[in-house]
């Protein structure tokens, strides 16, 4: 990817196309056919600046204002921004970490369906926590879906990330079933470690939702142009990179939960997937404790950063003792890290 730029020539860079440029499109057509999804074609894929863009997105095609969306919680805190800027409401299923932050039964999620309700979005594997969810919890959502004819967006930005020998299972799976209800997103940020090349999409086989989201494209003219050219040749990463990637994240999550469980008063449940969790500390109020590593502690001239989970709820009142962990850290320093934790909440 790198060779690209080295060996760029184009001048000047022009817009690329409002729907994304061919070769790129038919790189991503390429990937998800080699999973198996050989009914994805150009047509159905929207390519988004990113994968933020493409929660805005969805949102703006799916809902007028004042609609609903239902959301797990804890969830990505980004949703609350995007749901505030195309004015609609977002109506918490509240999720626990004694069970790892799995769904409640279909009848508590039912409960929370309205005459408003336009869309359920799931974060699969989620961030916050770390969850994967199993084919019985996405053939519920499927099933509620189809019986309250809802959207069923699914967030799968983390998807390769997956560990312990589990399966993701994606809404595409079941888009077949539901042409017209199952939107996905996804991003190249996080599975290539390309967060600055600002590219995702969005797919989906409803035509009426993907002429919508072109015509929401064509008003910001085109995703980058020069990052699509890299990205067109992802298709020459070998199977071999993804294996490697998995195993050191895999390592990282295992020292970082059996690290974080030998601290007293500590709680998590192993995470299943990505490289984030929700972990309760002995605290009152985590947003404090934050501020105060940040500010007034120091161990050996060093500190830990963590994003309290206050943030990552809905329902005030919720998460004011959990931090969210990102595990992105190199071994050395994730064991360095958890020592420090520990050490600063003796102290604290």
Not at 61 to 67: I, L, N, V
Not at 91 to 116: A, C, M, Q, W
Not at 229 to 239: D, G, H, N, Q, Y
Request: proline share 4%; glycine share 6%.
């Amino acid at each position: 990817m790198i060779d690209v730029l080295k060996k760029w020539s184009g001048n000047p860079i022009p817009y690329g196309q409002s729907q994304g440029e061919l070769k790129f499109l038919e790189s991503l057509v390429y990937y998800y056919n080699k999973l198996g999804f050989n009914f994805i074609h150009t047509a159905n894929i929207q390519v988004i600046t990113g994968g933020s863009e493409a929660i805005s997105m969805a949102f703006f095609a799916t809902c007028e204002t004042g609609d609903e969306v239902i959301v797990f919680e804890p969830f990505y805190t980004n949703y609350n921004s995007y749901a505030a800027v195309n004015q609609i409401k977002l109506i918490p299923v509240r999720t626990y970490g004694e069970n790892g932050f799995h769904l409640p039964d279909k009848k508590e999620i039912e409960k929370k369906i309205s005459k408003k309700t336009k869309a359920i979005l799931i974060c699969n594997p989620s961030n916050p926590t770390g969850t994967v969810y199993s084919k019985e919890e996405m053939e519920t959502l499927v099933d509620l879906a189809k019986k309250h004819n809802l959207f069923l967006i699914s967030d799968e930005v983390y998807r390769e990330f997956v560990y312990d020998g589990k399966k993701h299972v994606s809404i595409l799976d079941y888009m077949k079933k539901l042409p017209k209800q199952t939107i996905l997103l996804n991003s190249l940020s996080k599975r290539y470690s390309l967060c600055g090349a600002r590219l995702g999409k969005l797919v989906s086989l409803n035509n009426d939702v993907m002429a919508g989201v072109l015509r929401i494209a064509q008003g910001r003219l085109s995703s980058g142009y020069v990052d699509q050219k890299i990205a067109e040749k992802l298709t020459e990463v070998a199977p071999s990179y993804f294996k490697e990637v998995k195993k050191e994240y895999q390592k990282r999550r295992d020292i970082l939960y059996y690290g974080l469980k030998k601290i007293k008063g500590v709680f998590l449940e192993k995470p299943e997937g990505a490289f984030y969790t929700i972990v309760r500390l002995p605290v009152k109020n985590s947003e404090d404790f934050c501020k105060w590593l940040l500010t007034d502690f120091r161990l050996n001239n060093e500190t830990v950063m963590f994003a309290p989970a206050a943030g990552f709820y809905a329902t005030p009142g919720l998460g004011k003792n959990e931090v969210r962990i990102a595990y992105v850290l190199n071994i050395h320093d994730l064991k360095r890290s958890i020592e420090i934790l520990q050490r600063a909440l003796v102290e604290y």
